[in-house]
Structure formats: C-alpha cells, structure tokens
C-alpha cells in the first residue's frame, strides 16, 4: 500500500493524473512507466 501511495503522491507532483499511471502499470513494465514519469520533470 506504502509503495502505491508512492507513486500516487509522485504522479502528482509530475503533474500527472493518478488513474492515468495505474492503468499505465497494468498495461506496461512497471520500471518503464516509472521512468517515464521521472523523464517528464
């Protein structure tokens, strides 16, 4: 749960909708969606 808060608080400090990056993890490696939201900075 910590892990998913995480990336939650993440997302949003990228500017990023939550929903958006936990669909993302469903469908993609979970390192490369990770990644892609760090690279947006």
């Given at each position: 749960?910590?892990?998913?808060?995480?990336?939650?608080?993440?997302?949003?400090l990228h500017g990023?909708?939550?929903?958006?990056?936990?669909?993302?993890?469903?469908?993609?490696?979970?390192d490369k969606v990770?990644?892609s939201l760090y690279?947006?900075?």
């Amino acid at each position: 749960m910590a892990q998913l808060m995480k990336v939650a608080e993440t997302s949003r400090l990228h500017g990023k909708r939550v929903s958006d990056i936990y669909k993302e993890l469903y469908v993609r490696p979970p390192d490369k969606v990770i990644r892609s939201l760090y690279a947006a900075q």
